[in-house]
């Protein structure tokens, strides 16, 4: 192990000599401790070493929450490699172009998605299955071995080591793959542990999908107190209710419509959620006023982070300032520049900048976007907004040059959804935009021209565009116009689109 560094295999290990006997993950009916839990990830890193898994190779997993899925991350801490987790919401296009970014030594996926895999173009990769073990499947338990390899063997893993490969959304409408740090998310977990004051006693109710950045965020703020997860394959409103109630659900993240649909459940089991202290997202104030009143003893935090900066970068209760994003948390620098990266003055908008330790370690094989992203030693989130006297954050959209929509938290690129409509033979031109929604907070809304002679109903145009790319990612608004504004130079006026059409 590295002299000067911490990892994640660190943590794992010294949280089972601390918190040993303690409760590290619930799943299922099933209880691991966080003494199980370090034995758990030896014998699967023991199995991926004799599969051939070396520093810095890749590890995906297709699949949905599960211990498994929480095991791969501890044995990949362990031996340097580096967890690809796909997002199961994508289509067999999009999958495929993820596991050919990655070019993984193993695949391990859940009998659900295996149709997701591509059957060609797999000769590098061992694939290994959750469910039935069916050639060229091979079943997961074969991995789990009896550990031999003496701890100073292990290969030495410095904690700015690339941990996880999250795939973003791209301005340019193919994913790209930031590359985050043991070091980025032990940073960011720290200070979410220290924000919330998170002790052993903390449960954190994993109701995100761990390929998101949100969920692994939760989890390892939570594991770093020495708490316990417990971890859901679905958002299931009444179960959570129970599970909160009954098991000491304490924190949680969510995006809409999550904790509107969770306060229902809870007025229908007659619940008051007495446990439930830390909730963490994006919503919108009508809701966040319900968990005031409902929830007394809970808070909801507003932050603002990217999967680039490995979490939040800014961090306040929601009552402190109300619409804002928070302030910088303890170990980041975050500013306001103008187009010439010089600093603005308080009040001043202009596009939001990071540096500091959970800065990601850049896009995978994306050079170029690395040089522009990460230049001048900043991180450039291509989000605009401003400081205010006090230090707080607030949030003034997209810039220009990404313009990107959230429904439901998820990333969603216009040039993404672009690519996939103009594939229709119908189609001359579209402009895709975000426009609110008062279930999602924002949704997909294309604004299209058809070639002359052509028909087409926006249904079909929303199905046909949902067989392409993931199925949040369609549109769920369609126009159909008989031309689009130009700007300069003949090219299209997105602005003057978006103000046209921005309503939903």
Excluded at 338 to 344: G, V
Excluded at 408 to 413: A, R
Aim: proline content about 5%; aromatic content about 8%.
């Amino acid at each position: 192990m590295s002299l000067r560094s911490f990892t994640l295999y660190d943590a794992i290990n010294r949280n089972a000599r601390l918190y040993g006997t303690k409760t590290a993950f619930l799943f299922d009916g099933q209880r691991v401790t966080h003494a199980n839990y370090a034995e758990r990830t030896a014998r699967l890193a023991a199995g991926l070493v004799a599969a051939g898994v070396c520093l810095g190779d890749r590890v995906a997993i297709l699949a949905p929450n599960s211990l498994e899925y929480l095991d791969l991350f501890g044995a990949a801490a362990c031996l340097g490699a580096i967890v690809v987790p796909i997002n199961w919401r994508l289509s067999a296009e999009e999958v495929a172009y993820v596991i050919e970014d990655v070019a993984p030594k193993v695949l391990i996926a859940a009998d659900e998605f295996k149709a997701l895999v591509p059957q060609e173009g797999m000769a590098g990769t061992l694939r290994y299955s959750l469910g039935a073990a069916l050639a060229p499947w091979q079943s997961v338990s074969e991995l789990y071995l009896e550990r031999d390899t003496p701890m100073a063997d292990l290969p030495d893993v410095a904690d700015d080591s690339g941990f996880v490969i999250i795939h973003t959304a791209a301005v340019g409408g193919r994913p790209r793959g930031a590359l985050l740090s043991h070091r980025g998310l032990i940073a960011a977990s720290l200070q979410t542990q220290l924000a919330w004051h998170l002790t052993a006693a903390d449960v954190n109710l994993g109701v995100l999908p761990l390929f998101h950045v949100a969920a692994i965020g939760f989890l390892l703020a939570t594991q770093q107190a020495g708490g316990a997860t417990l971890l859901m394959t679905r958002f299931d409103p009444p179960s959570l209710v129970k599970h909160i109630d009954e098991d000491g659900g304490s924190l949680i993240g969510t995006f809409p419509p999550m904790l509107g649909a969770l306060l229902d459940a809870a007025a229908a089991q007659g619940s008051a959620l007495a446990r439930l202290r830390v909730v963490s997202g994006i919503d919108v104030p009508e809701t966040i006023a319900r968990l005031r009143t409902t929830c007394p003893q809970a808070t909801f935090w507003s932050a603002y982070g990217q999967t680039e900066t490995s979490g939040s970068v800014s961090l306040a209760p929601f009552d402190e300032r109300p619409g804002s994003a928070g302030r910088a948390t303890a170990l980041n620098t975050v500013a306001v520049v103008d187009e010439l990266d010089r600093p603005l003055p308080t009040g001043a908008t202009g596009e939001i900048v990071v540096r500091g330790p959970m800065v990601f370690q850049g896009y995978w094989r994306c050079e170029v976007d690395n040089a522009f992203t990460l230049r001048n030693s900043w991180h450039h989130t291509g989000d605009m907004g401003r400081i205010d006297a006090e230090g707080y954050l607030w949030y003034s959209g997209r810039s220009p040059a990404k313009e990107l929509i959230k429904p439901g938290g998820e990333n969603v690129y216009p040039a993404e959804v672009e690519r996939a409509i103009l594939e229709h033979p119908a189609l001359a031109q579209v402009v895709v935009i975000g426009v609110p929604d008062v279930q999602w907070g924002e949704a997909v809304k294309a604004v299209c021209v058809l070639k002359a002679g052509h028909a087409l109903s926006a249904e079909d145009l929303i199905e046909f565009v949902g067989g392409r790319i993931a199925r949040y990612k369609k549109p769920k608004h369609v126009v159909f116009v008989s031309a689009l504004p130009l700007g300069s130079a003949d090219s299209i006026d997105r602005a003057a689109v978006k103000a046209a059409h921005g309503g939903a």
